[in-house]
């Protein structure tokens, strides 16, 4: 099974400033890696696909990179709403799930 | 727009199965770029993908709960179905029904779970 790992695994930032997430992949998953956003009581919310592509409605303040094994997720200026929990997801080898960032608003 | 929801027992007495259905609007189940895939998350943990079904009706589930999973699909009705044997309190979670939407290059490999339904809380317990 490939194991996600998410850091940290809480963030708390101020509006305004830049969230930088990071999901580390136990062996490689090439491109296929997803970021979901997750608030209480609310389904997962796609974010990202493919690593680097914004899925429909996201706004561009949110960002992928990486291939391989790591990966990162930029918020570049973050709004109150961005609070959440954010999980990474692989499609390489069938699907798993890193545990998940918790990002903080102040 | 596709709009997935579950609908099915939220209390399970242990060693019964749980079963639990998907119904889907504003798409149709049998697109061939598409999976229908099920998910859950215990309270406070990350989120476990249980299976899916394709377009074809090939099923593939996590191998850890492989020889308790049945996925099926009734495209009559656009819904796709889960049951889960056997189960516990371990099994105690929010499942959700979802849709993958495969990637350019096929279904084996990436793609997005771009859809996703609220969720349904199912307790194990007697």
């Known amino acids: 099974e490939i194991v996600l790992t998410q850091s940290p695994a809480t963030l708390s930032l101020s509006p305004g400033e830049r969230a930088t997430l990071s999901c580390r992949a136990s062996?490689?998953?090439?491109?296929?890696l997803a970021w979901y956003q997750q608030k209480p009581g609310q389904a997962p919310r796609l974010l990202i696909y493919?690593?680097?592509n914004r899925a429909t409605g996201i706004p561009a303040r949110f960002s992928g990179s990486g291939s391989g094994t790591d990966f990162t997720l930029t918020i570049s200026s973050l709004e109150p709403e961005d609070s959440a929990v954010y999980f990474c997801?692989?499609?390489?080898?069938?699907?798993?799930f890193g545990q998940g960032t918790r990002l903080e608003i102040k | 727009q596709v709009q997935l929801e579950e609908s099915g027992p939220g209390l399970v007495k242990p060693s019964q199965t749980l079963s639990l259905t998907c119904t889907v609007s504003?798409?149709?189940?049998?697109?061939?770029?598409?999976?229908w895939s099920w998910f859950r998350q215990p309270p406070g943990k990350a989120l476990e993908w249980i299976g899916y079904i394709s377009y074809s009706g090939s099923t593939y589930s996590n191998p850890s709960l492989e020889s308790r999973v049945s996925i099926s699909a009734d495209t009559s009705k656009i819904q796709f179905s889960l049951k889960l044997t056997s189960v516990t309190a371990a099994d105690t979670a929010v499942y959700f029904c979802?849709?993958?939407?495969?990637?350019?290059?096929?279904?084996?490999?990436?793609?997005?779970?771009?859809?996703w339904g609220r969720g349904t809380l199912v307790t194990v317990s007697s």
């Open positions: 062996q490689s998953v090439s491109s296929y």
């Open positions: 493919d690593a680097s």
């Open positions: 979802s849709r993958l939407r495969c990637s350019s290059g096929g279904c084996s490999r990436g793609g997005a779970f771009d859809f």
């Open positions: 504003g798409g149709s189940i049998n697109s061939g770029d598409c999976f």
């Open positions: 997801q692989q499609r390489d080898t069938w699907v798993t």
